[in-house]
């Protein structure tokens, strides 16, 4: 929205190409937080059938607990690339509060409070599918390894 209000306004000529740049950028964005939203529903989706699966022999009981484990891996991956969005997309907001159309410079503030709120959010659903695997799975490091990489 903010970057609709701005671009064709004469008195942000100096800024049209910069803006327009970013609306590109940010619709393709939230095309791919679309997607990641179904990936999240069908990774819960699979875990839950997991969790659901028959565990009262031994042998069943086995292939249930690595049936939750490799599902939980994959619940781990959607928020993970949320996380990569989000910590692309705030330079955008954060260039549009200084850019962008001053009339609707809240709008931009309350998507940046969202963006970090959605950040937040979703470092809570890796860390609590993590939680949720068995201690010494090495998807554990290798994901807190890429969540730092990611923050740094």
């Known amino acids: 929205m903010v970057c609709n209000l701005t671009i064709g306004k004469r008195q942000f000529s100096s800024v049209q190409s910069e803006v327009s740049s970013i609306l590109e950028r940010v619709t393709e964005m939230r095309a791919m937080v679309m997607s990641e939203a179904e990936a999240d529903i069908h990774a819960f989706t699979a875990l839950m059938a997991a969790y659901q699966m028959a565990s009262d022999a031994p042998s069943l009981a086995s292939k249930k607990k690595a049936a939750v484990a490799r599902a939980t891996r ?3 991956e959607p928020p993970f690339r949320l996380m990569a969005l989000v910590l692309e997309a705030q330079p ?3 260039r549009l509060a200084q850019i962008g159309n001053p009339n609707v410079l809240s709008d931009v503030l309350v998507g940046r409070h ?3 709120a959605g950040y937040a959010s979703s470092v809570e659903n890796v860390e609590a599918n993590l939680r949720n695997l068995s201690a010494g ?3 554990i490091d290798k994901m807190k390894a890429r969540m730092k ?3 740094a």
């Open 149 to 151: 990489a990611l923050q």
């Open 137 to 139: 799975d090495p998807f």
């Open 114 to 116: 969202l963006l970090v």
């Open 74 to 76: 994959a619940a781990a």
């Open 92 to 94: 955008f907001a954060d």
